[in-house]
């Protein structure tokens, strides 16, 4: 099936610095989701993008629609403890069923107080 | 506002044993529903959807099932367990006709002794 290469798959920062995580394929998706997983639990979603070179922000949290569609971006500003997770992106394919989502791997942050 | 349930939380059974999870949506109508399994690799994977009752598509042969007895209800279950069945499982819904937009449940654990 589809993939989407989701990197980095761990960071290791400090309180304070801001992160930036990405996801990318090779397939053309008319919508990116992103969400947060803590641990034990379900994923929150974060931020949904429907526009090529959309950008919106939710909080300290900011994700952009890439302008080819094949790609997306979430930056976490000023990181704090709080913010320690898996973050997952999602996408819904062109073209494809309107029922599912291509998830990515994940990127497991850890923020150092 | 919407919510959604899932039960039990943790759930231990042993190899051979039938199981029932059980979610349920309030405060939407129709909604889609999702039945995922998250596996300690991280990744979402899809097991199956309904998009009303009665209605149940799968995505992965298994040795799972799913019914939809009501419009808010999902029911993931199996009539004997494997020790590969264990893992997370998370139900979720979104919009019906609306953008993909899955909103996830608290999730299951289930281990298979």
């Known amino acids: 099936g589809q993939q989407l290469n989701q990197s980095p798959q761990s960071m290791f920062i400090q309180e304070g610095e801001d992160v930036s995580m990405n996801c990318t394929s090779s397939?053309?998706?008319?919508?990116w989701l992103w969400y947060k997983q803590d641990p034990g639990e379900g994923p929150v979603l974060l931020i949904a993008l429907y526009k090529a070179g959309e950008l919106t922000s939710n909080g300290r949290l900011t994700a952009q629609f890439g302008i080819t569609r094949k790609d997306s971006f979430l930056n976490i500003s000023a990181s704090i403890p709080s913010d320690v997770g898996i973050y997952f992106c999602a996408g819904q394919l062109s073209g494809g069923s309107n029922y599912k989502l291509t998830f990515g791997k994940g990127t497991l942050l850890t923020v150092n107080p | 506002s919407q919510t959604i349930h899932q039960w039990p939380a943790t759930l231990v059974q042993p190899v051979g044993s039938p199981l029932s999870l059980e979610c349920t949506v309030e405060?939407?109508?129709?909604?889609?529903l999702y039945w995922y399994r998250q596996a300690a690799g991280r990744g979402l994977q899809l097991l199956f959807y309904?998009?009303?009752?009665?209605?149940i598509s799968s995505e992965v042969p298994q040795n799972l099932s799913a019914s939809r007895p009501q419009d808010r209800q999902f029911i993931l279950s199996s009539k004997k367990l494997l020790l590969s069945d264990s893992g997370f499982y998370l139900c979720a819904w979104s919009v019906h006709g609306g953008r993909n937009e899955q909103y996830f449940g608290p999730g299951t654990r289930l281990t298979v002794t």
């Open positions: 397939s053309i998706f008319n919508t």
């Open positions: 405060g939407t109508s129709n909604p889609n």
């Open positions: 309904s998009v009303g009752i009665g209605q």
